[in-house]
């Protein structure tokens, strides 16, 4: 139980683009989701927290506008990288939470490279 | 951010050992977790603590949360080649909050 997928897992795309990467909890319905910026060798960084129906709330120094979150659904969260630019290139992983529980599970990531 | 504090950065051991990884922070928490990852995947839950001083086993690992909520450890018994990855702590304070993570321990292991 509490499996957590990510799409797609790799993304290659030009520079002005916009992309979008889509975790959904299947075997559970995901009270939170957690967006999460990973750069080589180092630790998570939290991006931005989504609750279900509600507008997300973002760490200090990430752009909502770049960086557009919605949790549609229990099951289902999205980030949107707009207007990607190089630097914007990192391993974005999600992770969503339940109940009265505090795990959090994670996706298994999306490579994002941005030409 | 307020971070946990990991060390050392790297760990190499023999196959078959045991290691152990500690796990502080300046701040209490009600839940640690250990996650474990491997180059390019997301991280795996290993263990879940709730209680201070909860010793919790799952196979060959151990980790305990701290009398002072303010540490844990993980130990790993018998290591194997595939305990090769990158252990990250991980704590939190409630139901659905964030959580604040460790740089994380490399564990490196000789055949």
């Known amino acids: 139980g509490a499996v957590v997928s990510q799409h797609p897992s790799r993304v290659i795309c030009k520079s002005g683009t916009s992309v979008k990467i889509e975790c959904r909890s299947l075997d559970f319905q995901a009270t939170t989701m957690f967006w999460y910026r990973q750069f080589p060798k180092k630790s998570l960084m939290l991006m931005a927290t989504s609750n279900e129906g509600s507008k997300a709330t973002y760490e200090q120094g990430v752009e909502k506008d770049k960086f557009l979150i919605n949790h549609a659904s229990l099951t289902l969260s999205t980030l949107t990288v707009t207007s990607a630019h190089p630097e914007d290139s990192s391993f974005y992983i999600c992770s969503a939470s339940w109940g009265a529980y505090n795990e959090q599970f994670f996706g298994p990531g999306t490579r994002l490279t941005v030409l | ?111």
């Open chain 2, 1 to 111: 951010g307020q971070q946990l504090n990991q060390s050392p950065q790297s760990m190499f051991i023999q196959e078959g050992e045991d290691v152990s990884m500690n796990c502080t922070s300046s701040s209490i928490f009600n839940t640690w977790l250990w996650y474990k990852q491997d180059p390019g995947e997301g991280p795996v839950l290993l263990i879940a603590l709730y209680k201070a001083g909860e010793l919790t086993s799952n196979g060959r690992l151990t980790a305990q949360f701290g009398i002072t909520r303010k540490d844990s450890f993980l130990n790993i018994s018998a290591s194997i080649p595939s305990d090769v990855g990158i252990y990250f702590c991980a704590g939190t304070t409630g139901a659905n909050s964030k959580l604040t993570f460790g740089k994380g321990i490399t564990l490196s292991v000789r055949p």
